[in-house]
């Protein structure tokens, strides 16, 4: 599960992260109102704990804007406030659940895992560039009809490329995507699982949709 967590307690994170990566979660920190809004809209993630104190705006304000601009993804608001009010408030702004500090790691996961199962998934489940095809939600690809066999950082890879289709992205943009905002965009790693992704989806096909800008980043599409 791709989780983006939005919390500005640099501690509180350290000690999600550690405790959800160990359930095979992957967590993308956002510290403030503002990373916490574009990191939500790039999209793919599975699911948001948002926290309801942040620099920058609330984090009622941040679901309430999410909500406005069409992001269906699971939010689950995590705070410290415990009144009805709150609870109400978090709820009638878009959120999916409301958990108060402190709280078990064991019921964070329950609700998590029962947010992820019922979560809503974007519009655009299934998304064609030229005769590639990918099934968002199904994690299945063809190409020309033939189906294609990724690994998972390989769909997480391309999934951020379709999402990001006829845009030029930098390694650091994907990097902080398909791993997180802590692995070094400038190792080859990144490299050694683009030309994997190729070999798949690329050799043997035209158009070509992978395509490397030198000094910039890279472009999917025709």
Known sequence: MRVLLVEDDPEIAAVLRAGLSEHDM????????????????????????????????????????????????????????????????????????????????????????ALARRGARPAWETVRVADLEVDLAAHRVRRADTPIELTAKEFALLEFFVRHRDQVVDRAAITAQVWDENHDPFTNVLEVLVRRLRRKIDDGYEPKLIHTLRGAGYRFGV
């Open 26 to 113: 992957l967590v993308v920190r956002a510290g403030t109102y503002r990373d916490g809004l574009a990191r939500a809209l790039d999209g793919g993630f599975d699911l948001m704990l948002l926290d309801v104190m942040l620099p920058g705006g609330s984090g009622f304000d941040l679901c309430r804007e999410l909500r406005g601009r069409g992001v269906g993804t699971p939010i689950l608001m995590l705070t410290a406030r415990d009144t009805v009010d709150d609870r109400v408030a978090g709820l009638d702004v878009g959120a999916d659940d409301y958990l108060t500090k402190p709280f078990a790691l064991r019921e964070l996961l329950a609700r998590m895992r």
